[in-house]
């Protein structure tokens, strides 16, 4: 699904998805390997970011130089792994504010309990038990 989803991005049919994802283009810390990978986009306070608790994210400790797709454009740009729990959980629970509950849910591939937006203390033992972290875009 991933290179279907990848190609769609870069073209028109995408539809109001060139937006709300981009596709993150980077080589492996270790191994210098390439990937590119599909992701919500989120934005909160005109800064770029990908929250995640998958293992890709640690090619970005100590930053590193990446490309990102959005909106049917390239942009060149230096990501930032941020890892300190209490900055992930204020910049999840920000981003699920403004979303609201079913599309945060859809948006950062999270399931809420009760149906509603979890508390600030809630997004913050999430982001400790399920090392979540963020990375941070921004253009070069």
Not at 11 to 38: D, H, L, N
Not at 55 to 64: C, E, L, M, S, Y
């Amino acid at each position: 699904m991933n290179p279907v989803v990848k190609f769609l991005l870069g073209t028109p049919f995408a539809g109001p998805a060139r937006k709300q994802m981009m596709v993150v283009s980077f080589k492996g810390r270790k191994t210098g390997r390439s990937y590119s990978i599909p992701l919500s986009a989120h934005e909160i306070d005109n800064q770029l970011y990908a929250l995640t608790s998958m293992p890709w994210k640690n090619n970005f400790r100590d930053g590193a130089d990446a490309e990102v797709l959005r909106d049917g454009k390239k942009t060149a740009m230096r990501g930032e792994l941020i890892t300190d729990p209490g900055v992930v959980a204020d910049l999840s629970h920000r981003c699920a504010e403004s979303y609201g509950v079913k599309r945060a849910q859809r948006m950062m591939g999270l399931g809420f309990r009760d149906q509603r937006i979890p508390t600030l203390e809630e997004f913050t033992e999430a982001a400790t038990r399920e090392k979540m972290a963020v990375v941070k875009l921004t253009a070069r």
